[in-house]
């Protein structure tokens, strides 16, 4: 009871921007609706079971959104959820990291954005379902702290094309064996910088941010409860059988996103 009416008041103010985020284009109350809540289940997720989050996220979002707003959106979302951490934690951060990281995002952001202008929808269909099943059965290349830069370089290049790189980033700072507490404020960090720096690209080549803001802003708002709720319950028990739940969702999203690029292709 204590705990409902800690939060009751950020509970009002995000339903009151969940009314707001139905006003984005070409978008039903409906699936706004969805993505809100979408947005504070992988938080939950994240903050719970321990495990990502961002590539359920990204899969929920590919169904819903058109790919040319796919990515923007999911990073603008991304970078909230990270700034949380980063805020709390910034005094653990592996700052040496940080330079060499910054310089390899910028390449590889630049690069990646000319890239995804120039793709055609159902091509960005096709390789996010890719992506997704990579995910769920593939592995991440150990890199140490002497690729950082190229790791920056290749991570922001990814991002820019499939949204979530967080499993790539991670493997990367896991390699520099941290601390736990540096390890995440360190990786916070990082994806804090990738994630600013594509949507300041994607900014310059002229994605329209503020059509989307109140939708980004309730997603985020509502990924904060979801991060809260998720530290206080704290889930240990059955990780196994919830990550087999979780890994056959996203091979649906990504059969469906399949066929969805197919019917793109199709007409042409």
């Known amino acids: 009871m204590c705990l409902l009416g800690a939060y009751l008041p950020a509970f009002v103010v995000w339903a009151g921007l969940v ?66 951490r980063l805020l709390l934690m910034v005094k653990d951060v592996e700052r040496t990291s940080v330079p060499p990281f910054l310089l390899g995002s910028l390449l590889g952001a630049s690069l990646g954005g000319v890239l995804f202008l120039r793709l055609p929808p159902w091509l960005i269909q096709f390789a996010i379902a890719g992506f997704i099943v990579w995910a769920v059965f593939g592995s991440t290349p150990t890199l140490g702290r002497r690729h950082l830069l190229a790791a920056g370089a290749a991570s922001s290049f990814l991002t820019m094309l499939f949204g979530a790189t967080g499993p790539f980033v991670a493997a990367v700072v896991a390699s520099m064996r941290l601390t736990p507490v540096r ?67 996203l091979l649906l999203l990504a059969a469906r996103l399949a066929w969805q690029g197919t019917e793109s292709l199709l007409q042409g």
């Open 19 to 84: 009314l707001e985020a139905v006003a984005a284009p070409g978008m039903e109350n409906g699936a706004a609706l969805a993505l809100v809540a979408t947005s504070m289940l992988t938080s939950f997720i994240t903050a719970a079971f321990g495990i990502g989050g961002g590539v359920m996220l990204l899969a929920v979002l590919a169904v819903v959104l058109p790919p040319a707003v796919l990515i923007p959106v999911h990073g603008a979302v991304q970078i909230g959820s990270n700034v949380g």
């Open 183 to 249: 390890h995440v404020a360190t990786q916070a960090a990082l994806m804090t910088l990738q994630h600013s720096l594509k949507i300041l690209v994607l900014g310059l080549l002229g994605f329209a941010f503020a059509s989307y803001l109140p939708l980004i802003v309730a997603m985020v708002a509502s990924g904060f409860v979801g991060t809260v709720v998720g530290r206080h319950l704290l889930v240990r028990m059955g990780h196994r059988y919830f990550k087999s739940i979780l890994n056959a969702f």
